[in-house]
C-alpha cells in the first residue's frame, strides 16, 4: 500500500524559510516523477512544483519560482521542498503527490503558516 | 484564475444523479486527457478519474467521467449522503510540465 507522509510544516514569519519533508513507502520511488500541490485555507489546489524521477529536471509555478527549490534522495525514498523568501500568500497546507499509469496518490499534507 | 472552469456549487438529493462540469480551450482539454479528484471535508485529495473515463482500483462505478470537445464532466448516479465533497478536474500542461486545476466544485447532499 502506498503511503506518502508530510513532514516540516510549521508557523514561520514572512521573509523566513522552512524545508519540507515527504517520505514515501509501498512504491518504487526511484521510478517515478513526484509533486507538491498545496491549498490556501478555503481555497482550491494549486499545482507548485515537479521532479522527475531521478532528479534530472524541475519545474515551478510561477508563484513559487525563484524561491522554492524541489529535491529528492531515492536513497531515502524522500521528496524534498525548500521554502524561502516566504510570503503570507504562501499560507497552505502542501501535498506530495505522484502519478502512475493507473492511480493517483497524496499524502496527507503539512501546514504552513506565513505571520508576524 | 483558473482555465479550467467548474461551477463553485452543485447540489442533489439522495439516490439522484448529478454532473458536474469542467470545461476549458481547446488547447486545454481538447487534446488532453482529464482527471478528477475528490476532497472529502478535511481530508487529503483522492484520485477518482484518469484519462477522462477511467476509475482507479476501488472507486465505485457509481462515480464515472467523460470528454467531448473542450468540456469534461463527472457524474456521480445513486448519490449518497458521503458523497458531499469538493471535486476538482485538472489536466497535465506539458508546456509547464505541471497540473492545472479546476477551481473546484462543492457537492452537497440535501
Known amino acids: 500500500q502506498v503511503q506518502l507522509v508530510e513532514s516540516g510544516g510549521g508557523v514561520v514569519q514572512p521573509g523566513g524559510s522552512l524545508r519540507l519533508s515527504c517520505a514515501a513507502s509501498?512504491?518504487?520511488?526511484?521510478?517515478?516523477?513526484m509533486h507538491w500541490v498545496r491549498q490556501a485555507p478555503g481555497k482550491g489546489l494549486e499545482w507548485v512544483s515537479f521532479i522527475r524521477f531521478d532528479g534530472s529536471d524541475k519545474y515551478y509555478g510561477d508563484s513559487v519560482k525563484g524561491r522554492f527549490t524541489v529535491s529528492r534522495d531515492n536513497s531515502r525514498s524522500t521528496l524534498y521542498l525548500q521554502l524561502n523568501s516566504l510570503r503570507p500568500e504562501d499560507t497552505a497546507v502542501y501535498y506530495c503527490?505522484?502519478?502512475?499509469?493507473?492511480?493517483?496518490?497524496w499524502g496527507q499534507g503539512t501546514l504552513v503558516t506565513v505571520s508576524s | 484564475q483558473s482555465v479550467l472552469t467548474q461551477p463553485p456549487s452543485a447540489s442533489g438529493t439522495p439516490g439522484q444523479r448529478v454532473t458536474i462540469s469542467c470545461s476549458g480551450s481547446?488547447?486545454?482539454?481538447?487534446?488532453?486527457?482529464i482527471y478528477w479528484h475528490q476532497q472529502l471535508p478535511g481530508t487529503a485529495p483522492k484520485l477518482l478519474i484518469y484519462?477522462?473515463?477511467q476509475r482507479p482500483s476501488g472507486v465505485p462505478d457509481r462515480f464515472s467521467g467523460s470528454k467531448s470537445g473542450t468540456s469534461a464532466s463527472l457524474a456521480i448516479s445513486g448519490l449518497r449522503s458521503e458523497d458531499e465533497a469538493d471535486y476538482y478536474c485538472a489536466v497535465w500542461d506539458d508546456g509547464l510540465s505541471g497540473w492545472v486545476f479546476g477551481g473546484g466544485t462543492k457537492l452537497t447532499v440535501l
Open positions: 509501498g512504491i518504487i520511488f526511484r521510478s517515478f516523477g
Open positions: 481547446s488547447s486545454r482539454i481538447g487534446s488532453d486527457h
Open positions: 503527490m505522484f502519478c502512475s499509469s493507473t492511480n493517483c496518490d
Open positions: 484519462r477522462n473515463d
